[in-house]
């Protein structure tokens, strides 16, 4: 079993910025990947930034590219998000997943750990 916990997140204005935190626990693999999904009111759970432990490739949705960066620090199996020039629609809960391989997917079902989620409001 592995377990995560996310933290970071909160009430926000557009143009804001935050950073979301993961903390991972538990049994260990040699080698995975972490992401960071989200899930606004009414509507499907989608990726936002992937990231695979070992070799460090990120992944980035369109929607927060340029704006988001996922990063990791290996000796605190933590993974971050962080999120500059905040808009509305990033509203959402923000879910940290994991995945026991190097390859890092975009879709929920590829996932074997999820977190309990942080919620991220961002005010226009």
């Known amino acids: 079993q592995v377990q995560l916990v996310e933290s970071g997140g909160g009430l926000m204005q557009a143009g804001g910025s935050l950073r979301l935190s993961c903390v991972a626990s538990g049994r260990t693999f040699s080698s995975y990947s972490m992401a960071w999904f989200r899930q606004a009111p009414g509507k499907e759970r989608e990726f936002v930034a992937g990231?695979?432990?070992?070799?460090?490739?990120?992944y980035y949705a369109d929607a927060v590219k340029g704006r988001f960066t996922i990063s990791r620090d290996n000796a605190k199996n933590t993974v971050y998000l962080q999120m500059n020039s905040l808009k509305p629609e990033d509203t959402a809960v923000y879910y940290c997943?994991?995945?026991?391989?190097?390859?890092?997917?975009?879709?929920?079902?590829?996932?074997?750990?999820w977190g309990q989620g942080t919620q991220v409001t961002v005010s226009s």
């Open positions: 997943a994991f995945r026991n391989t190097q390859v890092v997917f975009s879709t929920t079902k590829e996932y074997d750990y």
């Open positions: 990231i695979s432990w070992r070799a460090g490739n990120t």
